[in-house]
């Protein structure tokens, strides 16, 4: 009877869309903007700019995750993720209700929305990775280069065969730019440090635009790249050290809910008090608000590091 009243009430919302002539992507935006909407006050707006007042779980969220899609190039992507993070939130919710379990109904609803978000975030680390190795080749070559002809234009220019996408389109924007539009290489260095998010190759660009009027500072160059290998053996380093206990957090959550239906099996009688009475039914939405909250925490503590000045 459950399942026939949740497929009428998908109906009756899906008529609600025909009848106002609404897409899902329209409803989205509409519903996270009010979510993620600016402070209506300017004394909550100078709050969240002293941090006396901490922004909602929901809006840092979704900052954190709009700057990942901006660095990564992937900023057309957000309105998608966000009607995926409202089908989740549906589905969620539909699990609970088929399972008659209404103490569990706002954990899965939220829980859920948030694993779109968490799946960016988990991405965005292996980008990060990906950029930073390509940056220490590319900064690397070019920076040997340019010890020894002291020609910025030439060192990247005789090294383009050599690099790789995302950095290669960059550094081909950038000769171009001095090639075709204009010749200022100072302007064309600080266009150059705003096309990728990365402290370590920031302050390469900034000792590059140091060296255009002093080029005795170029034998700064090759300490700051150094950084870029540091930075990549600390993070194998960590990532070694994290295999363990985030393998055995998988493990974890796979027993957790592996244990409901053997639960079945194994005794009737408890299966039944867990899924059917109230007692049972709280225990089960805490453990899902723990698994959620424990997910977070594993995806955040496992970032990989990055360097900052």
Excluded at 55 to 65: G, P, T, W
Excluded at 139 to 164: F, G, K, M, Q, W
């Amino acid at each position: 009877m459950t399942t026939i009243l949740l497929i009428a009430c998908i109906g009756m919302i899906a008529g609600f869309f025909i009848l106002f002539g609404l897409t899902p992507m329209e409803f989205t935006s509409a519903v996270f903007t009010k979510l993620t909407g600016r402070p209506k006050s300017l004394r909550d707006e100078l709050d969240e700019f002293t941090r006396r007042k901490k922004k909602s779980y929901l809006r840092r969220e979704i900052d954190e995750v709009q700057s990942i899609l901006r660095v990564t190039g992937r900023t057309e992507r957000f309105p998608m993720l966000c009607v995926l993070s409202l089908l989740f939130f549906a589905v969620g919710a539909s699990i609970a209700i088929m399972l008659s379990n209404f103490f569990l109904i706002p954990v899965m609803a939220i829980g859920c929305m948030f694993l779109p978000f968490w799946w960016v975030k988990l991405t965005a680390g292996h980008f990060k990775k990906d950029i930073a190795a390509e940056l220490e080749t590319a900064l690397s070559i070019i920076t040997t280069a340019y010890l020894r002809n002291e020609d910025i234009l030439t060192a990247v220019e005789e090294n383009l065969p050599y690099l790789n996408p995302p950095v290669l389109s960059v550094f081909k924007e950038f000769v171009s730019r001095i090639k075709l539009i204009d010749p200022d290489i100072t302007a064309a260095l600080h266009d150059l440090k705003s096309r990728i998010d990365n402290t370590v190759y920031a302050e390469w660009c900034d000792a590059l635009i140091a060296c255009q009027h002093d080029r005795s500072l170029k034998t700064t160059l090759t300490p700051i790249v150094s950084k870029l290998s540091d930075m990549r053996v600390v993070n194998a380093e960590l990532e070694n050290m994290v295999f363990e206990p985030r393998k055995e957090f998988i493990v974890m959550q796979v027993l957790v809910i592996g244990n409901i239906p053997l639960l079945h099996f194994l005794n009737q009688d408890w299966y039944h008090t867990l899924m059917h009475t109230p007692l049972g039914q709280i225990i089960l939405t805490i453990c899902a608000a723990v698994m959620f909250v424990s997910t977070a925490f594993v995806i955040k503590l496992t970032q990989p590091i990055e360097y900052r000045r």
